[in-house]
Structures are given as C-alpha cells and as structure tokens.
C-alpha cells in the first residue's frame, strides 16, 4: 500500500468519488449499517482507493474499471470494522501473535495502555513498545503511562517524557489515572493532565469507588472516560457528569449482562463503549475478540445498531478519531467486515487498511515480527541470588508471640487488612500455615534492584511451595507467596534466570514455569502454546492448594494501586485508604478491619 499525505491522498479520493479515477477495491450490493445516521441502507457500493474509501452509495459503477477488485455482499451486511478502546497488550503476548487471531474477527483498531513497559524502562520501553504496533495489518494506538503506584520508586510519569510520547501520532491520550492519586497528589498529577490535555490529547479514567463529591472532583480535572463501573447504576452516574462509559466483558472482568439493565432507563447509549481491558490466551482461542463482545452486547438485549456503535462510531468519537475510523464514510480508512446479517457477529470477511486480511475465520496476512531491544529483553534485576534466610521476618527479642498486619484475601482480587498475632521464635516470626497464613514479598526487579519487603498474607490457599512472577501491577517488582522460604528463594531465582516469567516451586523443584523475557512481562511464543504451558502453570498453582481462578492474576494484583484495600510493594506494605504502614501492630488479639467480621 502506498503512504501519501493528505493533498496528493485527497486528490485520488476526488477523483474515484466521480469516477475519473478508478477504485482498488469495491465492494457491491451491500446492506451497510451506517452507523452515524443509525439506519440499514440496501444495495450499497463501497469504492475503496488504496488505505481509503472514496464513495458509498447505490452507483458505484463509475469507479468500478478491469483493474478493480470487486466483492459482491449480496445478500450481506457490511459494518465498521471493530475497535478495542481499552486493553493492555503488554499481557504476556507480542503483536504479531495476537493479531493473527483478532483479525479474523473483525477488529481493525485497538488502544492499549502502555503503563506497563514504563515501568520497565521508562520512555525507551514505550517507544519500543509502540514501535512493535508499526505497520501492522490494523490500526494499534496507546495511551501514555500517568502511572499510579503505592512505590515511591515508580513517580508519575516525567513531564518531559510526555512531552516526547504526546508528539506521536499514534499516542492518543493520558491512560488511566487512578482517582485517589489525582485527588491525593495534585502536585503531582495535575501537571500531567495538563501536559496531555494542552497537546489535544484524551484523560482515560479510573473511578472505581469514587461518588459523589470525590467523582464529582476527579470529572472536574478533565478526565474523560472511565472503564471501572460494574452496573447500572455506576455507569448512569458517570454519563450524567459527561463522562464516556467503558463497559469491560474480558479475562478481568465481564460486566457487561449486569449493565445492559441500563437499556431499561431509556438512558442514550452513544457515550457508551465495549471493551475487553485485556483478554487471555485460553479466552481468546475459545471465545475470539471484539466479535465476541458485541455478539453478548447484542444477546444482552442492545439492539444490534447500538452494540455495533458501541464498538465502532462511539470509541472513535472519544478518542477524536471518527474522522479516520469508527464508521464507512467518505475519506475514512476502509476498515470494515461482511456478515451473513447484523445479528450475527461472524465475518465472512474482513478488509482492513484497504485490503482483505481475513476470510470465513483464516487470517489472510502476516502480521509484522517485532524485534525488541536488547535493553527490554534483559529487564530482570537482582544483585545477588536470594536466600531462604533473605524471607525471614525478624522481631524484637524478648517476645514470644506479636500481632502483625497481614493481607486478608477475602475475594481472589480484593483485600482487607487483618490483625493477627503470630509466634515468635528466636527473634522470627513465623507464618502459620494451618491459619492459612503464609508469607508474600515484593522485590523490585528494574530501578532499586533487590529492595524488597517480606509480609504476610492469608487466604491466598497454598499449604507447601511457593508461586512467583515478574508481573507486578503498577511496579516493576517481582511477587511471590510461598509456605516455604527456600521455594520462594528458589522460584525468585528461577524467574531472574528466565530474565521473567512465572515459577511455581515445591521442594525445591520447578513443577511448572512460563518464561516471559519481553520486558519480563511478555513471550514470542505461538498463542496456542503459550495457553497450554499457562494452563499448566495454574494447574500445578492449584496443586500448591489456592482455589483461585486464576492465580497469576491474583499474585499479579498484589503489587496494584487501585484494588482495595491493604497492598504490598518492595518499599512495604500500603493501605489504600490509609497509606503505608508498618508489619507490626501492637500486641493483642486477632481482629479485623470493620468491613470484616471475625
């Protein structure tokens, strides 16, 4: 395909329009879904030009030569392509991977977060990152790193860095920025907001928990969308402040059969958007992508306009895209699918940037192989190997037992902070496996390496080994929880030879591991193996005895800034609500925070 600019582009686009020219590619006899008027318009000719459509209406005959390929929909419908307005593709799979199954879904845009890389290496691993998303088959777009962390050694993002990030045209706005560090912090954050709003890009929000005065605040300060709401009445709230409502049916959360009650409140669904905020390889090889979601939206009971505007006209408008993508017009890039009908999200086939990329479920074209610098394939840091005796907790001497602050998982994300008393024993304390108390540690693995802190944590459920990662939300730490201080030590070890990964460690033997080498967060393998050695990863996690879904995921949220309530990092540990606070509370017997009864 050829890259023009706009003057040359626009005259080629005149000129098909009227027929002078003639069209690459186009498509006939289609039922389009037109989404900005809301109606299903028959017998519809398509006339792309290059990356670009040039006509649609009932005659398109004049731009149709010998040289045109041309696509007979009779009988078909024709919609937009589908855009993810919110995920984080820095979750273990590279681009070239992942695309090879999206795109036989339909979905021809994406906008990914980009905190993660940050993290990592700062402004040269969002570039690479970004760079891995360059000429490829669909459209991938980023939102800068505001970054949120409870570790003061992960700062919100340099201003200059955002400078430099707010300049390219493919970074479309400031990611999610948690709202108790905009309020907490506005010394801090408010400059960034205002770095990303003066270069005309979009505030993506995080509301969860806020109301009221607190919501009412975080709106003020231009936020723009938020993707948190997990019902009606969260998202109702936040579309009568003018905000645009992300509704997430992904690996993370699936909120959206909850919210389709809204439809019954009459409430204008054009601020509204699907989103997956990430979706597994397990999910993505069983259930597909975008396809998916506005297929659900649609058996939720959406009509099928509003599910594909949903995904479509509605993103684009936030993201000040709709004069590129998010519909079939005139000047837009031809980004589109054929179904057998608007009630069934199943293309035939796919046209993305111009050409056809996938048909009756085959990817039809390579998506591009990213080579990654070396910088972000050597991430993992540790000064030295560690040691069982590295995960001892140690107490004054003289005590025989002392009440500590301990992370009570009461949901596989969620936490409360408990009050426990413990023994100790020659100046250690010791975890209580029985209690289901075992402990957990936070090491960083990028700009302090090697600090690290040694709590404790109940109902996580493992009773021997250990289970360790380089995927720490929020802080470039590694996180692991373990019956045993010598598995620990060993599944560490494990992941800094991996350069990154996922260990799971019992007697002293790896029984099960994932190498993610690509920022420690990332792996060039086939999406169909890496399901499959995931697969074994939470299955021989679940032999250590945690019940939970998925436990890399609740290893991984650890470390995060906006899962309530009591959290760990490598500095130690932090109470959402309260702020950071010691391991050891005064002496006395268990109990538990108000919102937990004994």
Not at 20 to 41: C, D, F, M, P, Q
Not at 465 to 479: E, L, N, P, R
Not at 482 to 508: E, F
């Amino acid at each position: 395909m050829m890259d023009m600019g706009f003057l040359q582009r626009t005259r080629h686009l005149i000129n098909v329009a009227q027929g002078r020219e003639k069209a690459h590619l186009a498509v006939i006899h289609a039922t389009l879904a037109n989404v900005y008027s809301g109606e299903l318009l028959e017998n519809q000719g398509i006339c792309v030009w290059d990356r670009w459509i040039a006509y649609v209406g009932q005659h398109p005959d004049p731009a149709i030569g010998p040289d045109t390929a041309v696509i007979d929909a009779r009988g078909k419908t024709v919609i937009p392509g589908l855009i993810d307005g919110h995920t984080h593709l820095a979750g273990m799979y590279t681009a070239d991977t992942f695309l090879r199954f999206v795109i036989p879904g339909g979905t021809t845009a994406i906008v990914t977060e980009t905190a993660e890389p940050y993290t990592v290496s700062g402004y040269p691993g969002v570039a690479d990152f970004m760079e891995s998303f360059a000429d490829q088959p669909i459209h991938i777009y980023g939102t800068a790193p505001p970054i949120g962390s409870i570790s003061a050694n992960f700062p919100p993002i340099a201003i200059d860095d955002l400078v430099r990030l707010m300049a390219r045209a493919d970074m479309i706005g400031l990611g999610e920025s948690y709202w108790q560090t905009v309020l907490g912090a506005p010394e801090q954050m408010l400059p960034v907001l205002e770095t990303a709003l003066s270069a005309g890009k979009r505030l993506e929000g995080h509301s969860a928990g806020a109301s009221d005065g607190k919501l009412n605040a975080y709106v003020a300060a231009g936020i723009s969308s938020c993707h948190e709401p997990i019902n009606a009445k969260e998202v109702l709230d936040r579309l009568r402040l003018g905000l645009y409502v992300m509704i997430r049916e992904g690996s993370i959360r699936r909120d959206l059969e909850e919210i389709a009650a809204l439809r019954k409140t009459g409430v204008n669904p054009r601020r509204l958007i699907l989103v997956t905020d990430g979706v597994t390889p397990g999910e993505l090889l069983e259930r597909g992508y975008m396809d998916y979601v506005v297929q659900k939206a649609i058996d939720c009971g959406f009509s099928p306009m509003e599910a594909v505007q949903m995904a479509t006209l509605n993103p684009a408008t936030h993201f000040n895209l709709d004069h590129l993508i998010g519909g079939i017009a005139p000047g837009r890039f031809a980004d589109m699918m054929i179904l057998p009908d608007i009630r069934t999200i199943r293309p035939e086939l796919v046209i993305g940037k111009g050409r056809v990329i996938a048909r009756e479920g085959r990817c039809l074209v390579s998506p591009r192989v990213h080579r990654f610098l070396p910088l972000n394939l050597d991430s993992v840091h540790l000064p030295a190997p560690l040691a069982p005796a590295d995960f001892r907790i140690s107490s004054p001497h003289g005590i025989t037992e002392t009440a500590v602050r301990v992370i009570d998982m009461i949901t596989d994300l969620v936490s409360l902070e408990a009050h426990i008393t413990l023994p100790v024993i020659d100046g250690e304390i010791r975890m209580d496996v029985s209690r289901d108390i075992i402990k957990v540690a936070a090491i960083n693995r990028a700009n302090v390496p090697g600090q690290k802190f040694v709590g404790l944590i109940r109902n996580f459920g493992i009773k021997a080994g250990a289970f360790a990662c380089s995927t720490g939300w929020d802080a470039a730490d590694i996180v692991v929880v373990g019956a045993s201080d010598a598995d620990m030590a060993a599944a560490v070890n494990r992941v800094h030879a991996l350069k990154g990964g996922v260990v799971v460690c019992r007697d002293g033997e790896v029984t099960a591991e994932l190498a993610l080498p690509i920022f420690g967060l990332m792996t060039h393998l086939p999406m169909e193996n890496l399901a499959k050695i995931l697969d074994a990863v939470t299955a021989a996690a679940h032999t250590l005895g945690t019940a939970f879904r998925d436990p890399l995921l609740s290893l991984s949220t650890l470390t995060g800034a906006a899962i309530p309530y009591l959290r760990i990092c490598e500095e130690g540990l932090v109470n959402l609500k309260s702020g950071p606070c010691p391991l050891i509370v005064s002496p006395q017997p268990e109990v538990f925070s108000r919102f937990h009864g004994a």
